[in-house]
C-alpha cells in the first residue's frame, strides 16, 4: 500500500508538470498578445486615458513624438505582433519583431517614470519566457557556419556560391 500512493504521487506531479509547460506558454502568449493589441489600437484610437509622465519620461515620449513617423510605427508592430501572437502564427518572428518595444518599455519605467514597472517587468518576464519556450526556432541563430580554408581569396558572392554548391570552381 505505501508503494501504490507514492507513484499515484508521481504519476499527478508528472501529468501536472506536461498541463503547466503545455498551457503556461499558451496563456503567456495570448496575454503578451492582448497587451501589444490593446495599446497599440490605442495608439490610434485613443481609448485608455494616459497616466501623466515624469519629467524625463515626457521628454522622452515628447521626442519620440516629434520625429512623426516612430509612434505610428512602434504602433503598428505592436498591433501586428500582438495579432500574430493571439493567433499562434509566426510566434518567433513576432517575439523577434517585439524584444525591442519590450525592453523599451522596460528601461522606460524603470529608468524614467517608474509608475506602472510592475507591468512592465510582468511583460519582460513573459516575453523572456515565450522566447525561453520557443527557443529551438531560435537555435539556427547561434549555430556557427562553416569558414571556407581560403576564404580570403574568395569575393562575397563567390563564398555565397561555394555554400550552395560544394562543386562549384572557387578561384
Not at 506531479?13 to 496575454?31: C, E, G, I, R
Not at 485613443?46 to 497616466?51: A, E, K
Not at 524584444?99 to 517587468?121: Q, R
Not at 547561434?142 to 555565397?160: G, I, L, M, W, Y
Request: proline share 9%.
Amino acid at each position: 500500500m505505501t508503494k501504490v500512493a507514492p507513484k499515484i504521487q508521481e504519476a499527478l506531479v508528472s501529468k501536472n508538470h506536461a498541463l503547466m509547460s503545455k498551457h503556461v506558454p499558451t496563456v503567456a502568449q495570448v496575454l503578451i498578445g492582448l497587451v501589444m493589441t490593446v495599446f497599440g489600437l490605442n495608439g490610434f484610437l485613443n481609448f485608455l486615458p494616459q497616466p501623466p509622465a515624469s519629467p524625463a519620461g515626457g521628454a522622452f515620449l515628447g521626442a519620440l513624438a516629434a520625429t512623426g513617423y516612430m509612434f505610428p510605427m512602434v504602433k503598428v508592430v505592436e498591433i501586428l505582433a500582438g495579432v500574430a501572437l493571439l493567433t499562434s502564427r509566426f510566434v518567433p518572428l513576432a517575439l523577434v519583431l517585439l524584444a525591442p518595444i519590450t525592453v523599451n518599455i522596460f528601461t522606460f519605467h524603470v529608468i524614467l517614470s517608474p509608475e506602472g514597472a510592475e507591468v512592465a517587468v510582468a511583460l519582460l518576464v513573459g516575453h523572456l519566457y515565450l522566447a525561453y519556450a520557443y527557443r529551438q526556432a531560435y537555435a539556427p541563430l547561434f549555430e556557427p557556419r562553416p569558414v571556407a580554408q581560403d576564404a580570403s581569396k574568395q569575393t562575397p558572392n563567390q563564398a555565397d556560391e561555394s555554400e550552395l554548391n560544394p562543386a562549384a570552381p572557387t578561384s
